[in-house]
């Protein structure tokens, strides 16, 4: 059975800084997109970053504009884990934060994932 695992998420003031971490386990994803989503209440779960091999091996990420320049995804493939640094934290950015893995398409979209964490909860304010 196939688990992601979330941690990291709590309460920071703005400007402050957070890592998550999602640790897959059932299978291993080193060959798969891994990515994270958040969701606020009463909106569509969104899209903020992801990361993927490419066929020749390079690593690929990509973010949403709203976060470019503030958050960092990163994996490690030994540890079958992915994390997000978040950095310069806005009050904007609380949410509950899903991990991802397994893309079959378009990743900004949450329907061409397959597997999904429980999520953890980021609360930004002062």
């Known amino acids: 059975q196939v688990q992601l695992v979330e941690s990291g998420g709590g309460l920071v003031h703005p400007g402050g800084s957070l890592r998550l971490s999602c640790a897959a386990s059932?299978?291993?994803?080193?060959?798969?997109?891994m990515g994270w989503f958040r969701q606020t209440a009463g909106k569509e779960r969104e899209f903020v970053a992801a990361?993927?091999?490419?066929?020749?091996?390079?690593?690929?990420?990509d973010y949403a504009d709203s976060v470019n320049g503030r958050f960092t995804i990163f994996r490690d493939d030994v540890k079958n884990t992915v994390y997000l640094q978040m950095n310069s934290l806005k009050p904007e950015d609380t949410a509950v934060y899903y991990c991802?893995?397994?893309?079959?398409?378009?990743?900004?979209?949450?329907?061409?994932?397959?597997?999904w964490g429980q999520g953890t909860q980021v609360t930004v304010s002062s």
């Open positions: 990361t993927r091999w490419s066929a020749a091996g390079s690593n690929y990420v």
């Open positions: 991802t893995a397994g893309s079959s398409g378009n990743y900004y979209y949450t329907a061409s994932w397959v597997y």
């Open positions: 059932g299978r291993t994803f080193s060959a798969d997109a």
